[in-house]
């Protein structure tokens, strides 16, 4: 079974925190991607990464940044939290390069930020 | 712009059947996944369709009108455990998932 797991279920920090979120996958995939959930909305893309120190912005990638050093981890950084970044953070990989590979979604981390 | 709209919540009985609707608008069209959400869970994935039809995974179908921007998941023989929220996401030309804010199924004894 193809496992997604990330650092934290639940945190809290406060504004103006410098936030790292962890993400790791155990199946050699080749692409993983942040999210974030919120309620009424969609899941948005904040960045997704196709290769090791590769990274492409998603739709809302203001206030956020990220790092893949290595294959199986993809880390999610809030340089200064603020409150509007409170949510849910959801981690996902997919197996390959083609587009429409199934994600496979980590338990998430619910950040709230003081 | 591009649009997913479905459903906030929906309310059924157990044993009894469900459809759920999305439909959709995309900038061209790469296929439509539906994906199911346990709460304070990761979603997992139930299906792909890029063609017109229904397709059909033991209780859970799925079925898509690309002329039609439309798309439902049909769950058959309801269970308590399908109490969840269900996520339409459409792929767009260039393979980017437009999601849905996502419907919350409710299943009553």
């Known amino acids: 079974d193809v496992k997604v797991t990330q650092s934290s279920r639940y945190l809290v920090k406060r504004t103006g925190e410098k936030v790292f979120l962890e993400c790791v996958q155990d199946?050699?995939?080749?692409?993983m991607f942040w999210y974030r959930q919120d309620p009424g909305l969609g899941l948005r893309l904040i960045y997704f990464s196709y290769d090791v120190k590769m990274k492409e912005k998603g739709d809302i990638p203001e206030g956020y940044s990220v790092s893949r050093e290595k294959k199986e981890r993809f880390s999610l950084i809030l340089e200064s939290a603020s409150t509007n970044q409170t949510s849910m953070y959801l981690c996902a990989s997919t197996i390959s390069g083609s587009p429409t590979d199934t994600q496979y979604f980590g338990p998430g981390t619910r950040l709230t930020v003081l | 712009g591009q649009n997913i709209d479905q459903p906030t919540e929906m309310t059924a009985t157990e044993g009894a059947i469900v459809q759920i609707n999305c439909t959709y608008q995309t900038s061209g069209f790469n296929g439509l996944f539906w994906y199911q959400q346990h709460a304070g869970e990761a979603p997992t994935f139930l299906s792909y369709n890029v063609l017109d039809g229904l397709e059909e995974k033991g209780r859970f179908s799925s079925f898509l009108s690309r002329s039609k921007g439309y798309s439902y998941l049909l769950l058959k023989e309801l269970q308590m455990k399908d109490s969840a929220s269900y996520l339409c996401a459409g792929m767009d030309s260039n393979y980017q998932l437009i999601w849905g804010a996502g419907t919350k199924l409710i299943i009553k004894p």
């Open positions: 199946m050699d995939h080749e692409n």
